[in-house]
């Protein structure tokens, strides 16, 4: 018999194999459409929380004692970073739509002699409300701050409510701040992270568990047959949670999909093949299926908490931010939460996409060398 | 169907687990055609000799060859014209019958499949059965499996470890019926058991003990190496004469296989003397007895390695 270094009768044994014993393992099954819907309904609430140093850049047409007030207060507050203050307004709009900017504030042509006049002019305040969580706390710091800097320089005709100053605000892209519409593309990417991960833990752990890795390793099927047959089928069930969790979100949230589906669907096979590979890791290093559970549980829980998931990635501190890089999940939902709410489409998210094919790339390498090629 | 060709041919083979020899530079040769019995107790190293000739464990010293191909760096090679049958059952209990054997053809990537698994299955007489989930199938029959599943690509060399642990004997003997008619074919088996039945149903059989081939050679010839002798004591309160036989010079065994005490010592005449002394006034009857390869075996595990590795021909 000729000997063949790659095979695909032998990775679709094993794929077939597992899509069987996936399809009667029931309970398993079961999980996989049920807990998303499940999550879906429990997160639905939000999740609260007040970061501060957002990254804010100002459109400054008028540069008068009144505006560098505000600024100088906006700088002081702790709720604002400002970033840059001579841009222009297109530069601005790019900085908010890629999410280098939670805030732009512009200030109008004339504004200060609009101000002493007692005209009321406005200062456009405009939000990156993906995250509405995030950005209302500095909403209303910002209120109080223009105020605070009106009354200084003790101009304008300092009506008690605006200042002599009329604030429009724009929430961007999720106009009525619904914090489900954040809540959902998170969700997404948790509900992958999570049971991609587990699914896959399991899949060698449960061989040698069972005494069946013995009879597999005693074929000729090589190392990365096995795995590739392994981690398709789970790639595959990855995406029937999708659909489950697009449709109940469209259905019960309401959430819009503002970008191209197939720009999130190729994020999303990225991602989850980064999950699935990192899962099968996990289960070459485990020595039972207990542990590759544990496994999951302790990536699973930075993964939530430092993702920009459960709290808002500008609101925490730098080593945080730091390890949330290293996350799938993390460029997961910015990406995301682009194509979903803000329209973006494939070119905008290649900043976010990129970091996940390079994590997904090293835990490929990872996972082929732990692989045991015998039963030593 | 014995001819001169070694399919297995391994020298000083040897391995160690976190310090410990579990096999300790063994030597055997396995020719075409041959049904070689690998026997010793549990934990002597027989699964660990067959994983390292099939490339499931790397050896730690020595060389080999199995169907010609290095053990060490060919052992993909030697995968494909391979059957394994592990001690554990492990194919899949969530498979059925053919969903099993639709696996394993994929894997040997056999065409046309279908035909390939309708064969197996016929052979097996399981084709009534085949979407059964073979984890509901009785330990006979997940055995038939089991070896039906590790020849359906046609090996030249069988490896069977254990196969009849815990089988009844009307499926054990149907079992070896099979084996025999696949030695017939050409197929060459190499088999552990620590049946004294299956032993004698080997062309040859090579006894490990503590990681070392102690015996080897044709059940006669392990019988006659051993140098033992022994007698067959009939009548008389045998379980007395037993207990009191075992504290007696010259007498390392006395077992009662139902009727008959098998008295076994390596020095006929002491035996003799023993044997006489004891049973004088018992009412007891002695006679020459022949020596079976289950006595030897007692012996053998009684001495834990110390018996000389003889047996006629080198092998």
């Given at each position: 018999m000729r000997y063949r270094r790659f095979s695909g009768s032998r990775i679709t044994a094993v794929m077939a194999k597992e899509v069987i014993q996936m399809r009667r393992d029931h309970l398993t099954f079961a999980m996989i459409i049920g807990v998303p819907i499940l999550q879906l309904i429990l997160f639905g609430y939000a999740i609260n929380t007040d970061p501060r140093q957002l990254p804010t850049v100002v459109v400054a047409a008028d540069a008068g004692p009144v505006t560098r007030s505000l600024m100088a207060a906006m700088d002081t507050s702790d709720y604002f970073a400002i970033a840059d203050r001579a841009v222009d307004e297109p530069t601005a709009e790019r900085l908010i739509a890629r999410g280098e900017a939670a805030f732009i504030v512009t200030i109008p042509d004339h504004f200060e002699r609009d101000l002493v006049r007692g005209e009321r002019p406005q200062i456009l305040v405009q939000a990156d409300a993906t995250d509405p969580a995030a950005t209302s706390g500095g909403l209303n710091a910002l209120t109080t701050l223009i105020e605070r800097a009106i009354a200084r320089n003790g101009t304008g005709s300092g009506t008690p409510d605006g200042g002599g100053v009329e604030l429009v605000l724009h929430r961007l892209y999720n106009p009525e701040g619904i914090t489900a519409h954040n809540i959902v593309p998170g969700l997404l990417g948790t509900i992958l992270t999570m049971t991609t991960i587990l699914m896959t833990g399991l899949a060698l752990t449960r061989e040698v568990e069972r005494g069946t890795i013995e009879n597999l390793m005693a074929t000729p099927a090589r190392p990365h047959e096995i795995m590739l047959g392994k981690i398709v089928p789970y790639i595959g069930f990855g995406f029937l949670q999708v659909a489950v969790i697009l449709i109940a979100a469209a259905l019960l949230f309401a959430v819009p999909l503002e970008g191209p589906l197939l720009a999130l669907l190729t994020v999303t096979l990225i991602f989850i093949a980064a999950n699935v590979t990192l899962g099968?890791?996990?289960?070459?290093?485990?020595?039972?299926?207990?542990?590759?559970?544990?496994?999951?549980?302790?990536?699973?829980?930075?993964?939530?908490?430092?993702?920009?998931?459960?709290?808002?990635?500008?609101?925490?501190?730098?080593?945080?931010?730091?390890?949330?890089?290293?996350?799938?999940?993390?460029?997961?939902?910015?990406?995301?939460?682009?194509?979903?709410?803000?329209?973006?489409?494939?070119?905008?998210?290649?900043?976010?996409?990129?970091?996940?094919?390079?994590?997904?790339?090293?835990?490929?390498?990872?996972?082929?060398?732990?692989?045991?090629?015998?039963?030593? | 169907?014995?001819?001169?060709?070694?399919?297995?041919?391994?020298?000083?083979?040897?391995?160690?687990?976190?310090?410990?020899?579990?096999?300790?530079?063994?030597?055997?040769?396995?020719?075409?055609?041959?049904?070689?019995?690998?026997?010793?107790?549990?934990?002597?190293?027989?699964?660990?000799?067959?994983?390292?000739?099939?490339?499931?464990?790397?050896?730690?010293?020595?060389?080999?060859?199995?169907?010609?191909?290095?053990?060490?760096?060919?052992?993909?090679?030697?995968?494909?014209?391979?059957?394994?049958?592990?001690?554990?059952?492990?194919?899949?209990?969530?498979?059925?019958?053919?969903?099993?054997?639709?696996?394993?053809?994929?894997?040997?990537?056999?065409?046309?499949?279908?035909?390939?698994?309708?064969?197996?299955?016929?052979?097996?007489?399981?084709?009534?059965?085949?979407?059964?989930?073979?984890?509901?199938?009785?330990?006979?029959?997940?055995?038939?499996?089991?070896?039906?599943?590790?020849?359906?690509?046609?090996?030249?060399?069988?490896?069977?470890?254990?196969?009849?642990?815990?089988?009844?004997?009307?499926?054990?003997?149907?079992?070896?019926?099979?084996?025999?008619?696949?030695?017939?074919?050409?197929?060459?088996?190499?088999?552990?058991?620590?049946?004294?039945?299956?032993?004698?149903?080997?062309?040859?059989?090579?006894?490990?003990?503590?990681?070392?081939?102690?015996?080897?050679?044709?059940?006669?010839?392990?019988?006659?190496?051993?140098?033992?002798h022994t007698i067959i004591i009939r009548g008389g309160d045998q379980a007395t004469i037993a207990r009191r036989l075992r504290d007696r010079a010259g007498i390392e065994q006395a077992a009662i296989f139902g009727n008959d005490l098998h008295v076994v010592g390596a020095d006929p005449v002491v035996l003799e003397t023993s044997v006489a002394a004891t049973i004088a006034g018992t009412g007891a009857t002695a006679e020459t007895g022949e020596t079976i390869l289950e006595d030897v075996f007692i012996r053998l595990m009684n001495d834990g390695g110390a018996a000389p590795d003889n047996g006629g021909q080198p092998t």
């Open positions: 099968y890791t996990f289960s070459t290093i485990a020595r039972n299926q207990m542990q590759a559970m544990q496994m999951t549980f302790f990536f699973f829980l930075p993964s939530i908490l430092l993702s920009g998931f459960m709290f808002p990635y500008r609101g925490m501190p730098g080593w945080a931010q730091a390890l949330g890089e290293v996350i799938p999940l993390t460029h997961f939902l910015r990406a995301v939460r682009a194509i979903m709410l803000k329209g973006s489409g494939m070119v905008e998210v290649i900043p976010h996409v990129w970091p996940l094919a390079v994590i997904l790339a090293l835990i490929s390498v990872v996972a082929l060398a732990r692989y045991r090629r015998t039963l030593d | 169907m014995v001819n001169g060709e070694p399919i297995i041919d391994i020298r000083g083979l040897t391995k160690r687990f976190s310090g410990r020899t579990v096999v300790d530079a063994i030597d055997m040769t396995v020719r075409q055609g041959e049904i070689v019995g690998f026997l010793g107790p549990n934990g002597s190293g027989k699964t660990t000799t067959i994983r390292m000739i099939c490339g499931l464990l790397r050896p730690d010293g020595g060389t080999g060859t199995c169907l010609g191909y290095d053990i060490a760096r060919e052992s993909h090679l030697i995968k494909l014209n391979v059957g394994y049958m592990t001690q554990r059952f492990s194919l899949y209990e969530d498979l059925t019958i053919r969903e099993n054997l639709d696996f394993v053809g994929r894997l040997y990537e056999l065409e046309p499949r279908a035909d390939f698994v309708d064969a197996a299955l016929d052979r097996l007489g399981l084709t009534g059965r085949q979407h059964q989930l073979a984890g509901t199938l009785s330990g006979g029959w997940k055995q038939r499996l089991a070896l039906a599943a590790s020849v359906m690509h046609r090996p030249k060399l069988l490896l069977l470890d254990e196969p009849t642990a815990g089988v009844d004997p009307k499926a054990r003997r149907e079992f070896w019926d099979e084996i025999h008619d696949l030695a017939g074919e050409g197929l060459t088996v190499l088999v552990s058991t620590h049946y004294m039945d299956e032993a004698e149903r080997c062309h040859r059989i090579v006894y490990i003990s503590y990681g070392t081939i102690v015996a080897r050679g044709t059940v006669p010839e392990v019988v006659a190496a051993s140098g033992l």
